[in-house]
């Protein structure tokens, strides 16, 4: 419009067509003019012109009351009007055009004072925009959005220019490194010349490989052994995100990851022996800018880095990791749920390479007393060469959607992820980073520390979780089974059992987190302990477990023993009669144990009570436990014969009805390290010139489910939460008594190769009967 309001001037376009009109009327005129006009209009060559005759009012009116009605008038219509008026008939005809020519003239008129005055209105509305464009200004503040004496369109041009010319370097680093792409077969440990810092090299700004084929991939190992943990949520492609700065931020956060994963990085301090590595953050600091802004107030740091052999190869893991679903089953107890929000990228060719998406994630610890960690944010792999992988995770802003439940989270994931490096065997070097910035000021006082060094989401458990689902997956595919571990199930039994099992990790995990989205509600009736988190939900159609109203009470406390002794004990099924209540009546016995991997007690186990019965109706207790850095786990759950029957033949287990409890031990540093104070069991707690921790407790999590009534649409009453919720204390007075009278035993006696155990009686401690509950 600015150019038409500038280079059109609408008097022209007026005079014009009145211009044109007028010389297309006269010209019809002089055509068919009657006589006396022919006379009137001819040239005086000599000849004198005939006089010029009017109409008379009379004759005009009656034409003009005629060409109201009958603008074009037939043969006979114009003999009539000219036997009526005394005029010819090509007077008539002549009349009649010529009318018709006034009044078009007139409507053309009209129309061009109409256009005049809308280009008008269209120029001023111009000139306002174009002011408002040169001189913008802040609606919050007033002053100039953008300063300087340059206008908005050179502005504009500049960040134009900018991009392309940025655009066109990647273009020719892309094209550089098609013709001479570096190659690597080292199978020792990655050294820091073997990866590249140019990660700019074979990734596109807008394309990274096929950013609109979003499709899904096979893949060639599965880690689930059944459906997915949880159902993803509706992909939505129109994120409100500069796709363009998402591929930047990947970008910047790959370069990041590459320099924290070489060996000779003077960024990490090492720990006492060595597996665990902390981030030095002013070196940090000083090296790297934020991709997502300044630490909020009261946010605390978390980085750690572990390196470790994996039984995986890396085209594997990504594979694994870029699927929501299968990510959440590999790592059911740091992962509580997952979703892909958008895929800008699902990598070159048939391989997760340049592959770039933006997910919704919750992590937890294990515990009533953390909060899970909400997180939106870039998950970007990259193979750097022939055999190395490169994964790494960044959060995003969020703040700008704030109808959103992810605008508004409790912790941000800096530049975090993984460098798998593929070995000349079937295993494959592995470095973690995991950098975190989270509000402490949720955690309880008991796991601050602890959380604070890395132990609830360390780089170290990531890499100990991995190697166990490797390692069990590795046995599950193997022929050579123990024959101790196959007595009575067939291979389709083995992989029922452990899907089995991987169910009651899985609801295991969601009755003791704090996460949003889940099934349980918090009861607020009935009088319970201070750290006790006590829910309830109702279950009428998942046959997966029992129907009705169900209970779970959990909390955590710090116990002075060790991972190794307190997961011992917690798992020996002969030693379940000094805390189970479900063991009153003898101790029990193991029936079948089907090995996860060559860890001890690395198991899932199927227990009894007593000697093998033909009673269909009898009770069965399914354990899994399982130990290792990461720290351990010992669950179980009530089963009958007949379904178990059908498990171990190969049956689907999603029927079995299970109500999971046990035990979730966590390695941890005493609250009191700050201080350097002793703990409260005596035991003092010294912190090493390294920043590393000397502690030997543990937390413990208990975690009970229960049945209160059959009847979904029962009423929950306050006497069955101040049972679930004794049930929770006196089983853990039950263990600390037992560890201590163990303690006391082996302290007295001391030297000799054999002791008796003089195990107390178990007190009921307001506990119901199995006959009363």
């Known amino acids: 419009m600015d150019q038409l309001g500038e280079n059109l001037d609408p008097n022209l376009v007026g005079r014009t067509r009145e211009d044109e009109n007028d010389s297309r009327s006269g010209s019809d005129n002089m055509e068919n003019a009657s006589g006396d006009d022919q006379d009137a209009a001819a040239p005086s060559n000599g000849s004198r012109p005939k006089k010029y005759h009017r109409h008379t009012p009379h004759q005009i009116q009656e034409l003009e009351s005629f060409f109201k009605d009958c603008p074009h008038p037939d043969e006979k219509q114009r003999l009539e009007l000219s036997r009526r008026l005394g005029l010819e008939i090509k007077q008539i005809k002549f009349w009649f055009q010529n009318r018709r020519t006034q009044m078009k003239t007139q409507l053309e008129r009209h129309e061009n004072v109409i256009l005049r005055q809308e280009c008008d209105k269209l120029r001023a509305e111009n000139d306002y925009l174009k002011h408002a464009m040169a001189n913008p ?4 503040c007033g002053g100039p959005a953008v300063p300087g004496e340059i206008s908005y369109d050179q502005h504009q041009l500049q960040m134009e220019n900018a991009r392309l010319r940025e655009e066109l370097d990647r273009v020719f680093a892309l094209t550089s490194n098609f013709w001479d792409c570096p190659s690597s077969s080292s199978a020792g440990p990655i050294p820091s010349q073997g990866l590249n810092n140019n990660v700019e090299l074979g990734v596109r700004r807008n394309g990274l490989g096929g950013l609109n084929n979003a499709g899904g991939s096979s893949s060639p190992m599965e880690f689930n052994f059944g459906d997915g943990a949880m159902l993803p949520r509706p992909m939505a492609n129109d994120m409100p995100y500069d796709r363009s700065a998402v591929v930047d931020i990947a970008l910047g956060a790959l370069g990041e990851l590459i320099k924290l994963a070489q060996v000779d990085s003077p960024f990490w301090i090492k720990g006492s022996d060595g597996s665990l590595e902390t981030l030095n953050l002013e070196q940090y600091s000083r090296a790297f800018p934020s991709f997502i802004g300044m630490k909020p107030t009261g946010y605390q740091t978390e980085a750690t880095r572990a390196t470790g052999l994996v039984s995986l190869r890396g085209s594997a893991l990504v594979e694994a990791v870029m699927d929501a679903n299968r990510w959440v089953e590999m790592f059911p107890c740091l992962v509580y749920k997952a979703a892909t929000i958008d895929v800008l990228s699902t990598g070159t060719g048939v391989t997760r390479d340049n592959a770039l998406q933006v997910m919704d994630a919750e992590f937890h610890v294990l515990s009533p007393l953390a909060p899970a960690r909400r997180q939106r944010f ?23 959607d704030a109808a959103d439940k992810y605008a508004f989270l409790n912790c941000r994931r800096l530049p975090s992820g993984f460098v798998i490096q593929d070995l000349d ?23 601050r520390s602890s959380l604070n060094a890395g132990v609830g989401f360390g780089a170290h458990r990531w890499i100990a979780t991995l190697q166990r689902q490797s390692e069990c997956l590795a046995v599950l595919m193997s022929a050579d089974i123990p024959s101790e571990d196959n007595i009575g199930i067939t291979s389709a039994g083995r992989k029922s059992m452990l899907k089995l099992a991987q169910r009651l990790t899985r609801m295991f995990c969601e009755g003791v987190c704090v996460s949003s989205g889940t099934k349980w509600e918090k009861v607020t009736i009935g009088v319970v302990d201070e750290d006790m988190r006590v829910m309830s939900r109702t279950n009428a159609n998942d046959p997966g477990e029992p ?22 004990f917690l798992r020996d099924e002969r030693q379940r009669i000094q805390w189970d209540i479900l063991s009153n009546t003898g101790p029990m016995n193991e029936m079948l144990k089907v090995s996860k991997g060559p860890g001890v007690g690395n198991a899932v186990s199927l227990l009894c009570g007593g000697p093998m019965t033909s009673n269909e109706n009898a009770m069965l207790i399914l354990q899994e436990s399982w130990s290792d850095a990461s720290g351990a786990l010992v669950l179980y759950a009530p089963v009958d014969v007949s379904s178990m029957r059908t498990v171990m033949n190969g049956g689907d287990s999603a029927y079995v009805a299970l109500l999971p409890s046990g035990f979730a031990i966590l390695p941890c540093i005493s609250p009191t390290y ?42 929950l009453s306050s006497d069955s939460v101040e049972t679930v919720n004794n049930v929770v204390v006196c089983t853990m007075k039950k263990v600390k008594a037992a560890l201590m009278e ?7 006696n001391g030297a000799r190769e054999e002791g008796l155990l003089v195990k107390s009686e178990p007190t009921s401690c307001g506990v119901p009967s199995e006959a009363d509950r």
């Open 137 to 140: 200004v802040c609606s919050n």
């Open 378 to 400: 870039i998950r970007f792999c990259k193979q750097h060469s022939e055999g190395v992988w490169i994964m790494v995770d960044v959060s995003i802003d969020t703040t700008r």
């Open 425 to 447: 065997n079937k295993y494959s070097k592995i470095t973690w980073i995991e950098h975190s910035e989270y509000d402490e000021s949720a955690v309880h006082h008991l796991l």
């Open 547 to 568: 129907f009705g109203v169900l209970l779970c009470a959990a909390t955590s406390i710090w116990l002075p023993e060790t991972q190794k002794r307190l997961y011992d």
């Open 674 to 715: 700050r201080t350097g104070q002793g703990n409260s069991s005596g035991h003092v707690v010294n912190s090493n010139m390294d920043g590393s921790i000397n502690s030997n407790g543990c937390i413990l999590t208990v975690g009970f489910q229960i049945l209160v009534n059959s009847l979904p649409t029962a009423k």
């Open 742 to 748: 163990i303690q006391i035993e082996w302290e007295w």
